[in-house]
């Protein structure tokens, strides 16, 4: 009969260090002349995350350039038709409280003057969600080239040390 327990096992290797990647700390490890080919596994990594890091910060911005031409569309063309629609919906307003108008027909315009303002809302606000976009893709790139900046000031302060030690 098997016997359930509440215990934990786990299979690796003692003092073995799950998901972690080389980088600024086996380049500072880098003392001795055999320890030149860990410094340069290092600096070889840190050039790969640079490239990658290159390649989605240049997506960024092919989006980002996207994105604003298709914002500038939306304000020449949507922007303009929602004015249009709030300006006809006003005007239904205007009719539907004049004197000597009908009460089912004060309504029937009231109601179309509802729905032309939810229409000129609706177009407003993919215009909105244009713009959200295009400040969340420029965070991103901010937040990857602030990534780039430090990882070329590891590789700066790395090599300096190693030009120190082995010349």
Request: proline content about 1%; hydrophobic content about 30%.
């Given at each position: 009969?098997?016997?359930?327990?509440?215990?934990?096992?786990?299979?690796?290797?003692?003092?073995?260090?799950?998901?972690?990647?080389?980088?600024?700390?086996?380049?500072?490890?880098?003392?001795?002349?055999?320890?030149?080919?860990?410094?340069?596994?290092?600096?070889?990594?840190?050039?790969?995350?640079?490239?990658?890091?290159?390649?989605?910060?240049?997506?960024l911005d092919k989006n980002?350039?996207?994105?604003?031409?298709?914002?500038?569309?939306?304000?020449?063309?949507?922007?303009?038709?929602?004015?249009?629609?709030?300006?006809?919906?006003?005007?239904?307003?205007?009719?539907?409280?004049?004197?000597?108008?009908?009460?089912?027909?004060?309504?029937?315009?009231?109601?179309?003057?509802?729905?032309?303002?939810?229409?000129?809302?609706?177009?407003?606000?993919?215009?909105?969600?244009?713009?959200?976009?295009?400040?969340?893709?420029?965070?991103?790139?901010?937040?990857?080239?602030?990534?780039?900046?430090?990882?070329?000031?590891?590789?700066?302060?790395?090599?300096?040390?190693?030009?120190?030690?082995?010349?």
């Amino acid at each position: 009969m098997y016997r359930y327990s509440n215990e934990l096992q786990h299979h690796g290797v003692k003092g073995m260090k799950w998901g972690v990647r080389r980088g600024t700390s086996q380049l500072s490890k880098a003392k001795t002349t055999g320890d030149r080919e860990l410094h340069n596994k290092g600096v070889a990594t840190l050039n790969k995350h640079k490239t990658k890091i290159n390649k989605k910060v240049a997506r960024l911005d092919k989006n980002i350039s996207t994105l604003q031409a298709k914002r500038n569309r939306q304000m020449q063309v949507d922007d303009v038709k929602a004015a249009r629609l709030n300006a006809k919906a006003a005007n239904l307003n205007r009719r539907a409280t004049r004197p000597f108008t009908s009460g089912w027909k004060a309504d029937k315009l009231m109601r179309q003057a509802t729905l032309t303002n939810i229409k000129a809302d609706v177009i407003r606000s993919k215009s909105q969600e244009t713009q959200a976009l295009i400040n969340k893709t420029k965070t991103q790139k901010s937040i990857f080239e602030k990534g780039l900046s430090d990882i070329d000031r590891t590789l700066m302060a790395n090599g300096e040390n190693f030009v120190k030690k082995y010349s």
